[in-house]
């Protein structure tokens, strides 16, 4: 059974940085693409941010492209989303999640293409 947890929220204020984290357990890690969605209160889980199995292709949500950077180390069995220059409109749950199928050269964006999550990190930025 696969399991993600994700860490490195937190409360801060506009302009600020975070880096979340996601430790997975599972074999399969490194042939499946990883990607981060959020769900702010009230709205649907959104795409953030995905990468691929070997981290040679990335996706990134208009709303965080030069902002957030998501990046993975497949010896640790990690994924990670670097967020800087923060706005309040970034509050919300974010979570770490797994492919479906293996070895895709491009990352889903969909989060139906997306089997395993984790239990998410609160995200919460101040003006």
């Known amino acids: 059974q696969v399991q993600l947890v994700e860490s490195g929220g937190g409360l801060v204020q506009a302009g600020d940085s975070l880096r979340l984290s996601c430790a997975v357990s599972?074999?399969?890690?490194?042939?499946?693409?990883m990607g981060w969605f959020r769900q702010a209160l009230g709205k649907e889980r959104e795409f953030v941010a995905t990468?691929?199995?070997?981290?040679?292709?990335?996706r990134y949500a208009d709303p965080v492209k030069g902002r957030f950077t998501i990046s993975r180390d497949n010896t640790r069995n990690t994924v990670s989303l670097q967020m800087n220059s923060l706005k309040p409109e970034d509050t919300a749950v974010y979570y770490c999640?797994?492919?479906?199928?293996?070895?895709?050269?491009?990352?889903?964006?969909?989060?139906?293409?997306?089997?395993?999550w984790g239990q998410g990190t609160q995200v919460t930025v101040s003006s």
């Open positions: 990468i691929n199995y070997n981290g040679a292709s990335t």
């Open positions: 599972g074999r399969t890690f490194s042939a499946v693409g």
């Open positions: 999640a797994g492919e479906r199928s293996r070895w895709n050269l491009s990352p889903s964006f969909r989060a139906s293409d997306f089997e395993y």
